[in-house]
């Protein structure tokens, strides 16, 4: 007896070989630099997201905070030697001066599963300054680039924790579909925690206009001499069709 059932489509190569890990290279762009994550950072990265003042920033992230360079440099030297994830510190660019430019975050990829061409954008760390500015966006952009366009991933995924509002609204601005919650996905600090997911396919990167929308956001032009964008990052993705959500906070 034959039994017809629905099947997923069938991928065509090359995309069903497993996809090439990520490396530890630069990635420049227009305002930031993501330089591969080094222990050393800490001392620079510290007067930006260390000590009591910014403890608030660590709230909703899998370890921290850290109140000394010390621990930082201790927590960053982790994430060095991690074969699972791979970080990069955000080097934000000055506006005329090079050697002035500074280190305000840091961000990475994770959960890499180069059989399936899946991957994650995480450990998202903006210092107070660089939160909703154009290099925090263009850091975002710069990793959903290298994914997509030069490792062939699949699928972009972002996670968050489900009462991060702030961190929900800003994968829903990068395009990113919103999946579901996972509850009770995991226990951090002591307490529950329960996951919002989304992703991002290779499809809408591409034929969605998604990094076309990015792209037209980021030029220089889309910018007036203090800095202040013209068109919002979703009224660019929409000129181009793609499934960016419009959200004004």
Request: glycine share 8%.
């Amino acid at each position: 007896m034959t039994v017809n059932r629905p099947l997923g489509f069938k991928v065509a190569e090359p995309t069903y070989t497993p996809a090439p890990r990520p490396r530890r290279i630069t990635l420049p762009g227009r305002t930031v630099t993501l330089e591969p994550l080094q222990a050393s950072h800490a001392e620079e990265l510290f007067p930006h997201i260390g000590g009591n003042e910014h403890g608030w920033l660590w709230d909703y992230m899998l370890g921290g905070p850290t109140v000394t360079v010390a621990e930082l440099q201790t927590y960053l030297a982790d994430f060095e030697k991690s074969e699972s994830s791979i970080l990069w510190a955000i080097r934000v660019h000055a506006d005329t001066d090079a050697s002035e430019s500074k280190l305000m975050g840091y961000i990475g990829l994770l959960n890499i599963i180069p059989v399936h061409r899946s991957i994650e954008v995480g450990h998202v760390m903006y210092s107070p300054a660089l939160q909703r500015t154009t290099p925090a966006t263009e850091s975002v952009f710069l990793l959903a680039r290298y994914a997509f366009r030069d490792l062939g991933y699949r699928r972009l995924e972002w996670k968050c924790n489900n009462l991060n509002e702030a961190s929900k609204r800003a994968a829903r601005r990068y395009g990113f579909e919103f999946e579901g919650v996972f509850r009770q996905h995991m226990i951090i600090k002591g307490r529950n925690r329960d996951s919002a997911w989304f992703s991002l396919l290779d499809s809408e990167w591409v034929e969605g206009g998604v990094e076309e929308g990015f792209e037209r956001w980021l030029d220089g032009g889309n910018f007036d001499a203090q800095g202040r964008q013209k068109s919002r990052l979703e009224d660019c993705a929409c000129s181009v069709g793609s499934g960016f959500i419009n959200d004004d906070t």
